[in-house]
């Protein structure tokens, strides 16, 4: 969905990283991985940690990774601060 990410990616991989990076433009929950993966990044955070059903997305995906594979990002953690306002209440 964000095609500046996989540009920047895209462009990583031809100026850095050569062929040692596969960049997959693919919704993670359709994509049928020809085998198992080292790295899974994903951007789906959002303010909170839960746009795009985030969470739902990354723990389905989670069968793509080796059995010692890494997520980036591993895990996420949201606060929320009550905040009070005379003036506007």
Avoid: H, Y
Wanted: glycine share 6%; proline share 6%.
């Amino acid at each position: 969905k964000n095609k500046n990410a996989i540009n920047t990616l895209r462009n990583a991989v031809l100026s850095e990283w050569g062929s040692s990076v596969t960049v997959i433009e693919v919704d993670m929950r359709e994509w049928k991985a020809p085998e198992k993966a080292d790295i899974m990044v994903s951007e789906l955070l959002g303010s909170f940690g839960d746009n795009e059903l985030s969470p739902e997305c990354l723990d389905g995906a989670q069968w793509v990774l080796k059995e010692n594979g890494i997520s980036i990002p591993a895990s996420s953690t949201s606060f929320i601060e009550p905040v009070s306002c005379p003036k506007v209440w």
